[in-house]
Every structure is written in structure tokens, then in C-alpha cells.
């Protein structure tokens, strides 16, 4: 029978296949007891089956490094990885095994006192490492009882779970599977983010999935709606396929755009800059027309590690990075440890209650100056290779500007007196990510050769809301009014000063914000490859000197319900056409 089930529009695209349901994992094991006789063959038990499940984190990762998925996914495997290995859980399972519970028991117990304890913290970072817990716990339970493969999605299939973890989306696009449709979870939210990436439709927060979906249900997915049709009708599949046919024009009309400029009906160019965590990212970028990298993430050079990478091995990667790019600009940011990044070197502290508020950012790389200065050396000596500028992540003040300046000088003529070549100079900017940075720039905008407002956690922090809780989904919007006049704020400091400013984040790669982000005097975005050629459309479809003249009207604003008003009227008339920026000369 049909059925139709609202969700949240997370990855574009539209899909139609059989439904593949995964119950949510629950360890409902009963109080197992064993006698001593079978500790050792229990603890053994328990050992084989952690040691598959390292194997299949590990064959993960190494497909990851060769480019499958973004870097940045190995950072949620990462996190598995380190909990895997905790001297505190295994430590608890040894204690209770030895004690005389079975395996599944103990893995239960341990299970239920982490997610309490993290369940009672304040901090909605920590409560969220649950699900962490969660997918690591119950990849061990499998592994002890080698459930079924084929449970596991196939080609064809459209997943429906609770809730996917970043990690598995990689191997579930390898497994053929179509979409992915989810009874929790956020359009903001990571997953939502990798999925973007690789193009996979998803579909979050259809609470009644669950429930009203069954193994092998034909569904019609739409990812840009939010839609899912159960059992469609001949009108659905109609629409379905109409969808599907837009869907495709539209991505060959992009390309067309892979060599034009971001050039605006009336002519004024705006400039693109890829975000890159990867060799693959930058070739992307490269050949999508990108002016440069305008944010490179160097985290993944230090998470799953032991030992902090040297300047040789962080000189190497930048090197290829600069190489990469033939001779356009390349933006690094230093280190952005933190908030919800892992760690196994021991640069973070263990247990921050804040981590999003704490030591983070450039105040981690200030509070271990020899881990600054390694990596300033190892991207003054790349900067010998082409362009390069430095990108000092969550900055609050200016005098956190005014030592990192300081640090790269020292670094530059360490580099020269050692041999090593370097640039003539390396431009050093900030990241406007904080509040009180966006409300205190004009006191030392003067430290900063360009700026890049970092719109994910500028969001967050001036909202006050995790973007990744799905509860607080609807208050982390973009269209709140407070979010236009901020940005404003700091787009007319940077001009007044005569400072080059970007924006970065998923504000700058959604083509929805465009018109809003070009009306507030944005001239630069920095963003995901992929969002390059749909940001670029609509760029050429905007009026840019029209949409200014209509600023004031969206800094009058006064609720969400008004931008999103002022928005839709912003929509040029091209847009109804995308082949028309398409067919512009350049």
C-alpha cells in the first residue's frame, strides 16, 4: 500500500529501489555467568573478535588514503580506532570477564556505564561520542557472533536505519547502494556533509522509517525534498522519473561550466576557492577552475597517530599540495585539533569538559609552541614551491594574531639560515569563527593580510546550538536575521581596512545562499569541489549591484521566517533556465 513519509532533504539526488531495513543495534543480551574454567577461552573470545574488528577499521582507512572518500572521514575512524584501544573499556571488560561474566554481557555492562557517564555530561560534543560508543560496542557483539552477511545492503538497495555512522557511507557507495534514508540524524550533521560529498542521496530525520518500512518495499527517494514514497504509485514513478531526467540535465549544464568565469550578470567576478583535505581534493579543484585552496585541513597528518609528524613529513605534503595546484594560491590552515576531532598523540587534554569551548585551534598550537613552529617551518619551506598563505584557525583576540606572526617570522629565517629556500613573503590571515573575533576585528584587523570567516562555527557559536543535534536541527539556520548583520559587520571592517575576505563553510557552498552572501559584499567563496559549478551557476544568474541595493532590506529583517522571504524573491529569473548561464561567453 502507499505511503508517504516526510523527512529532511540532506544529499541531493533521487533514487528508486528496494528497501534494506537495519533495526537499531541493542545489546539485550541476558546476565550471561561463566565458570572459571571458561575465562581463558571467553577472554580469548572476546580478543579474536576486537582484532577483526581493527582489521576492518584498518582496510577501511587504507582505502580512504587512497583516495575513495575524503580525508576527513578518517577522522570518525579514527575515533573508533582510539576506542577500540582504550585502556579504560578494555581494562573494564578484562575486569568483568575475570569476574565471571561472558563476553556478551560484559560488553553490554561496559557498554551501558559509557553511555552513562557521557549521557550526564553538559557538553552536547561529549553526549554525542554515545553513538560513538554505540558503533564500536556493537562492530565487537557482531564480530563475536559473525551475524549473517546478508543483513549487509547490496546493489540496488536503499538503506533504512536509525542512524549511519560518517565511516561506513564509503563502503556502503561501494556496495552499490542507492540512498540512504534515516530515522534520526541532521541536515547539518557530518554524515550529511559526507554524503554531499559523494553525491549520495539522503534523506534525515523520517522518524516514522522505521516503522512503516519493510525489507524489500520498493521506495521512490527523493534527497532534495526530503520525500519518501513507499510502494509508489504510477503518478509517483512518473514524477520519479521526471525528477531524475532534471536532475541529469541539469548536471550536464553544469559542466558546461567547468571553464567559465564566476562572473555575474552585470559582470563583476567572484572568486571560487576549493576546501581540500586531500591530493584528490586539489585535483578536483584544479580542474573545476578554482582560484586556489582556500582552506586546507592539516588535521589528518596528525589524527590516528602516535607520535607528532616531523617537518619533513608535514613539509612533503604541503609540498604536493603547492605542487598541485601549478602555481595558484594555496591557503593552509594550522593545526585545528579539538571539539570533536580525535587525538592519540596526547596533544589534547583527556578530559575537557567543553572541548568546543576549550583548547582548540590556536590555542592548542600556542600552548605547544615547538608543534607551531614545526609546522610554520615545514609550510615556509613549501612556500619555495608556489604561492602559499597561512590560516590561523579559532583566533579571539590580536594577541594571538600577534604571536603567531611573530613564531612565522622566526620560522622563515630559521628555514633560510638552515639553506632551505622560501617566498619572498607569506600572507598570514585569520579565522573568523568566534563571536567576539567578528565584534572586536577593527582592533586588530591589523595583524591580518586576509581574512576567511569559517561560517560553520561562526554559526554554531553565535547560535548556540551543536549543529549536530538533531532535536536543535531547525534553530541552526544560516537565515537567522543575526547571522546577515554579523557577516555584514565584518564584510564592511574588511573593506574599510582594505583586507581580502573569504567565506568558507557550507554557508559558501550552498547556491541557495548565494544571492544573500553576494548582497552582504562577499566577493570570495571558499568551498567543497563539488559545490563549485552549482555555486558558479548561480553566480552568473545573479544581478550583484541589484542584490546590494536590496541589503538593507534583509538587514531589516526580523525573523527567519523574513529572510527566508527576502531569499526567495533574491532567485533571479535565470534560474528557472540553467542553461542560460551555461550558454554566456566568457
Not at 140 to 163: F, K, N
Not at 209 to 222: K, R, Y
Request: positive net charge.
Amino acid at each position: 500500500m502507499r505511503r508517504r513519509l516526510s523527512g529532511h532533504g540532506a544529499s541531493r539526488g533521487n533514487a528508486l529501489g528496494r528497501a534494506r531495513v537495519r533495526l537499531p543495534h541493542r545489546l539485550e543480551v541476558e546476565d550471561q555467568r561463566i565458570g572459571p574454567a571458561q575465562i581463558s577461552g571467553e577472554l580469548r573470545r572476546l580478543a579474536q573478535a576486537i582484532d577483526a574488528v581493527r582489521e576492518e577499521i584498518r582496510t577501511l582507512r587504507g582505502r580512504l588514503q587512497q583516495g575513495t572518500l575524503s580525508r576527513e572521514v578518517g577522522e570518525f575512524l579514527d575515533v573508533h580506532a582510539l576506542l577500540l584501544d582504550d585502556p579504560e573499556l578494555r581494562r573494564g571488560l578484562d575486569t568483568r570477564i575475570r569476574g565471571g561474566q561472558g563476553a556478551d554481557s560484559a560488553l553490554r555492562a561496559e557498554r551501558d556505564r559509557l553511555a552513562a557517564a557521557f549521557g550526564d555530561m553538559d557538553d552536547p560534543y561529549l553526549r554525542a561520542r554515545i553513538e560513538d560508543i554505540d558503533l564500536v560496542i556493537g562492530r565487537i557483539h557482531a564480530a563475536l557472533h559473525r551475524h549473517d552477511d546478508t543483513l549487509q545492503p547490496v546493489a540496488g538497495d536503499i538503506l533504512i536505519a536509525d542512524t549511519v555512522a560518517p565511516a561506513e557511507l564509503a563502503r556502503l557507495q561501494a556496495q552499490g547502494v542507492l540512498a540512504v534514508v534515516t530515522a534520526a540524524g541532521s541536515p547539518l550533521s557530518h554524515v550529511a556533509i559526507l554524503a554531499r560529498s559523494l553525491q549520495l542521496p539522503l534523506v534525515t530525520g523520517t522518524s516514522q522509517a522505521l516503522l512503516q518500512i519493510n525489507d524489500g518495499d520498493v521506495l521512490a527517494v527523493d534527497g532534495d525534498s526530503g520525500e519518501v514514497i513507499v510502494e509508489p504509485s504510477a503518478d509517483d514513478l512518473r514524477r520519479h522519473h521526471a525528477r531524475r531526467q532534471a536532475h541529469k540535465r541539469e548536471i550536464r549544464q553544469l559542466n558546461r561550466l567547468r571553464r567559465e568565469p564566476s562572473r555575474s550578470v552585470d559582470g563583476v567576478d567572484v572568486r571560487l576557492w576549493a576546501n581540500a583535505e586531500s591530493v584528490q581534493d586539489v585535483a578536483h579543484g584544479h580542474a573545476l577552475g578554482a582560484a586556489g585552496v582556500g582552506l586546507y585541513r592539516t588535521e589528518f597528518l596528525f589524527l590516528g597517530r602516535r607520535s607528532l609528524p616531523d617537518e619533513d613529513t608535514q613539509f612533503r605534503a604541503y609540498r604536493e599540495l603547492v605542487l598541485g595546484m601549478t602555481g595558484r594560491t594555496v591557503t593552509i590552515r594550522t593545526l585545528d585539533l579539538g571539539a570533536d576531532k580525535a587525538d592519540a598523540s596526547g596533544l589534547m587534554l583527556p578530559d575537557e569538559p567543553n572541548p568546543a569551548l576549550g583548547m582548540r585551534g590556536v590555542r592548542l598550537s600556542l600552548a605547544h609552541p615547538h608543534l607551531l613552529d614545526t609546522q610554520l617551518r615545514a609550510i615556509a619551506r613549501a612556500s619555495a614551491w608556489g604561492p602559499v598563505r597561512v590560516l590561523v584557525p579559532m583566533v579571539s583576540n590580536g594577541e594571538e594574531m600577534r604571536a603567531v606572526r611573530q613564531r612565522l617570522q622566526l620560522a622563515v629565517e630559521a628555514v633560510r639560515a638552515a639553506g632551505h629556500a622560501t617566498a619572498a613573503s607569506i600572507p598570514l590571515g585569520a579565522m573568523i569563527e568566534v563571536p567576539a573575533a567578528a565584534l572586536g576585528l577593527s582592533g586588530f584587523i591589523g595583524q591580518c593580510d586576509f581574512l576567511s570567516i569559517g561560517s560553520n562555527d561562526l554559526l554554531q557559536y553565535l547560535l548556540a546550538v551543536d549543529r549536530g543535534n538533531e532535536a536543535l536541527g531547525p534553530l541552526s539556520t544560516p537565515l537567522h536575521p543575526a547571522v546577515p548583520r554579523l557577516l555584514r559587520l565584518i564584510v564592511d571592517t574588511a573593506a574599510r581596512h582594505r583586507v581580502p575576505l573569504a567565506l568558507c563553510g557550507e554557508m559558501a557552498g550552498d547556491p541557495a545562499l548565494t544571492p544573500m552572501l553576494l548582497a552582504l559584499g562577499i566577493g570570495e567563496l571558499s568551498m567543497h569541489p563539488a559545490s563549485l559549478l552549482p555555486v558558479r551557476q548561480a553566480i552568473r544568474e545573479s544581478d550583484i549591484a541589484a542584490l546590494r541595493r536590496r541589503c538593507a532590506s534583509l538587514l531589516r529583517c526580523a525573523d527567519t521566517a523574513a529572510v527566508s522571504r527576502w531569499l526567495q524573491r533574491a532567485q533571479p529569473v535565470a534560474t528557472r533556465s540553467p542553461a542560460a548561464s551555461a550558454s554566456r561567453s566568457r
